[in-house]
């Protein structure tokens, strides 16, 4: 395989991970809209943790699609 196919490959798969990681922190959030819009949550725990990993998966997949950018050239 060249360069670029694993490139899309990696691209691929992160991009698979990133969109269940966003599924699962809206099926355990709340509602918003729902009344309590004055209270504010902190985030704790697997909250937290899966909040986290979206910002490191986002950096990941803008790195490698400037990367896959780059070696189509």
Do not use: D, P, W
Not at 2 to 17: D, G, P
Not at 29 to 41: K, L, N, Q, Y
């Amino acid at each position: 395989m060249k360069y670029e196919e694993y490139l899309n490959v990696a691209q691929i798969i992160v991009s698979i991970t990133l969109v269940l990681i966003v599924l699962m922190q809206a099926r355990g959030g709340g509602g918003f809209g729902t009344g309590a819009s004055s209270i504010v949550r902190t985030r704790r725990g697997v909250e937290k943790t899966l909040f986290q990993l979206t910002i490191v998966l986002v950096i990941i997949f803008l790195f490698i699609s400037a990367l896959s950018v780059t070696a189509a050239r």
